[in-house]
């Protein structure tokens, strides 16, 4: 768990972090009592009408339950989807390899790679995996029940046993559930706040990764939104783009930074939030006119303070325009792809699945042949911690095993202490929502520590919901855990064996996007809105792959990190907040044309360059100008800007050139 700490700041410790993750925010308590009420009506509904599985029943519930009710809704929906047609195959399938292990070994190697290929190149992706690993599962209980009845009753069951979670779980929400608007009105809104208060402290870089990544997400349900249109509300697309504008401008800002400025900049990101609270955006004002408390004795200011002064008058001006049912951004999204562009070219997609095949194979193998079906779990675990890169799959396994650990240390200490003292459904029903508070509060984290709360549930459940009375037997519990244990080692060891992938190379592949996207930034400002929405997206997934990145360099030989060097995730920030300002309305339309010819050039370059392992070429000549002294305000704020964006370039190929 050391990369968990490593993975922030370099001063932060683990307890820090866990602190940070674990710490209320508004809407959280909500959440919570929104999944552990939903997981506690599910266990007294498979209590009392003694549905079989009543362990995946409970647990569906923390899989399906999102932030906002649209998000929820729509997850059930496809989970139900993939239930039903996983069943019909099954059933189908029952028909021909039930007495024959020769056919069913076959056919669960044939779902589990289809499912695993689908997931990452197919439109529908999630009902396909669901429905592929509903039906592995199922095939896996075969050997288990004596008569092909007893096997299909279990197998028509299992319908139900999605149904009820599903049901349970869309009714709490469609209840007591947030909006689409109301959860990206309050995370803009707490954003914005926390940009106010760190400017004015001075120590907005930190969290700038962090704030961009909570906001990309909304442009998608911002956009649904709209097209349903929706009139509640006064976050649409334009004020989510503009907002993450800001977000890159602010890696441009000079380090010492004085105190006016900052505290100007702050009371604009303030006016910002009390437009959206108050339904009434103010007055905007001169995004290039220097504030008096803070005018030198030239007039002059930092390019990236006039830009991003003019981005947040962009944003009050969106703020207070109305909602429309089509924004502009929506009119040249080409039409959804079936299958991904590289779907049938791209090895990677076929070498995860069957990877993620072997590893399924071989755990089923094991505990078959041990004669050990307890540890069914393997196979479940396979098809969860499977991920593209070693290092998300290592991080993924580090938080099952984390969360499996204290979810079957708790079930423990209830089968000997606490169940035996119980004496009706509604004891049950108190403590499976007490533990179900619990790991949904960790559930509730962002993506570094929330699967590790799904994983106390599921361990929990596994341990505390054996039959339909009070749990009495250790056994099962550690039989289980034992193969939450197996199939991650498993899956280890096939993942680091076969077609290794680091990943650094996804933050390689990462960087090179956003260096592409900067190029075009640079070259067509006027119309660089999409290729600053790529610049961001690209960011936002290099930050969270370099974060992944430290859970498996220990684990790669010194030759293969030798090769992996990259540049900086900081530093491409840093180079395209420049990019950013050069692009900016208030900065470009004074530039001479051509100034930036060479920068967008070197970008491109090294994008190409980055892509294949290459280190980045040197930086170009600085572009020859006239004196400042003998411009126009204008076209000297320009010239400054030009220089910084050299200045950030000769920073990258210096550092690993």
């Known amino acids: 768990m050391t990369a968990l700490a490593e993975s922030r700041e370099p001063g932060r410790s683990l307890l820090d972090l866990l602190a940070v993750e674990l710490a209320p925010r508004e809407g959280r308590w909500a959440a919570v009592a929104r999944i552990a009420t939903g997981s506690a009506i599910t266990v007294v509904i498979a209590m009392v009408f003694q549905i079989p599985e009543p362990t995946y029943m409970a647990?569906?519930?923390?899989?399906?339950?999102?932030?906002?009710?649209?998000?929820?809704?729509?997850?059930?929906?496809?989970?139900?989807?993939?239930?039903?047609?996983?069943?019909?195959?099954?059933?189908?399938l029952e028909l021909i390899d039930t007495a024959e292990p020769a056919l069913r070994l076959p056919f669960m190697a044939t779902a589990t790679f289809a499912a695993m290929f689908t997931a990452r190149t197919f439109a529908l992706g999630p009902i396909s995996f669901l429905?592929?690993?509903?039906?592995?599962?199922l095939q896996t209980v075969v050997d288990d029940v004596p008569r092909p009845e007893a096997l299909t009753r279990l197998t028509l069951w299992a319908w139900v046993v999605v149904f009820v979670p599903v049901a349970v779980t869309l009714i709490v929400n469609l209840l007591f559930g947030q909006g689409a608007l109301a959860f990206i009105d309050r995370r803009v809104r707490?954003?914005?706040?926390?940009l106010e208060t760190s400017l004015a402290n001075g120590d907005y870089r930190r969290s700038l990764p962090e704030w961009r990544a909570g906001l990309l997400p909304l442009i998608e349900s911002a956009e649904h939104s709209t097209k349903k249109g929706a009139q509640a509300g006064r976050i649409t697309v334009p004020v989510i783009r503009a907002l993450l504008d800001a977000l890159v401008l602010l890696e441009a800002l000079p380090d010492d930074l004085p105190e006016g400025p900052r505290q100007d900049l702050a009371s604009r990101f303030r006016a910002c939030r009390q437009a959206i609270e108050s339904g009434a955006a103010p007055a905007i004002h001169d995004s290039t006119a220097p504030p008096s408390q803070?005018?030198?004795?030239?007039?002059?200011?930092?390019?990236?303070?006039?830009?991003?002064?003019?981005?947040?008058?962009?944003?009050?001006?969106?703020?207070?325009?109305p909602v429309t049912s089509l924004d502009k951004t929506d009119e040249h999204h080409s039409p959804r792809q079936l299958f991904v562009a590289e779907a049938f070219s791209n090895p990677a997609h076929w070498q995860f699945a069957l990877k993620t095949t072997m590893a399924v194979m071989i755990s089923y193998a094991i505990y078959t042949l041990l004669n050990w079906p307890g540890m069914r779990t393997s196979v479940v675990t396979c098809f969860f911690v499977a991920l593209s890169s070693l290092g998300e799959t290592v991080h993924k396994l580090l938080l099952r095993l984390s969360g499996a650990v204290i979810g079957g240390l708790i079930a423990g200490l209830c089968i000997v202490f606490v169940l035996p003292h119980l004496t009706d459904i509604g004891q049950l029903f108190l403590l499976a929502a007490a533990v179900s508070v619990g790991a949904a509060w960790v559930a509730t984290s962002s993506e570094l520590l929330s699967y590790a709360g799904m994983q106390i549930a599921f361990a929990f459940f596994l341990g505390v919901l054996q039959g339909y009375a009070p749990a009495t037997d250790l056994t099962v519990l550690r039989d289980r855990v034992a193969g939450i244990l197996l199939g991650n080692i498993v899956i280890t060891i096939v993942f680091s064996s076969f077609w290794p992938r680091s990943a650094r190379s996804a933050v390689r592949a990462a960087l090179a996007e956003a260096l592409r996207a900067i190029g075009e930034v640079i070259r067509r400002p006027?119309?660089?809105?999409?290729?600053?929405?790529?610049?961001?997206?690209?960011?936002?997934?290099?930050?969270?792959?370099?974060?992944?990145?430290?859970?498996?360099?220990?684990?790669?030989?010194?030759?293969?990190?030798?090769?992996?060097?990259?540049?900086?995730?900081?530093s491409i920030e840093r180079l395209a907040g420049a990019a950013f300002v050069v692009s900016t309305d208030a900065i470009s339309r004074d530039a001479e044309p051509g100034s930036t010819?060479?920068?967008?050039?070197?970008?491109?370059?090294?994008?190409?360059?980055?892509?294949?392992?290459?280190?980045?070429p040197p930086s170009p000549v600085p572009t020859a100008s006239s004196p400042a002294t003998a411009l126009e305000p204008g076209a000297r704020l320009s010239l400054h800007a030009i220089e910084q964006l050299e200045s950030e370039v000769r920073h990258v190929a210096a550092a690993v050139h």
């Open 294 to 321: 803070f005018a030198g004795a030239n007039n002059e200011l930092s390019p990236a303070v006039v830009a991003l002064r003019s981005t947040l008058s962009d944003l009050l001006a969106a703020i207070g325009r």
């Open 59 to 92: 647990y569906i519930g923390f899989l399906i339950s999102k932030d906002e009710t649209s998000a929820t809704v729509k997850m059930a929906l496809g989970g139900l989807a993939a239930a039903t047609l996983a069943v019909l195959v099954v059933l189908g």
């Open 597 to 616: 010819a060479r920068s967008a050039e070197w970008a491109e370059s090294a994008a190409d360059n980055v892509s294949t392992g290459r280190p980045v």
């Open 190 to 194: 707490k954003i914005l706040k926390e």
């Open 131 to 137: 429905a592929g690993f509903v039906i592995v599962l």
């Open 526 to 570: 006027r119309q660089a809105e999409e290729a600053r929405m790529r610049t961001v997206q690209a960011l936002v997934r290099a930050d969270h792959l370099r974060t992944l990145s430290l859970f498996e360099l220990r684990m790669l030989p010194s030759h293969a990190r030798d090769n992996l060097t990259v540049p900086s995730v900081a």
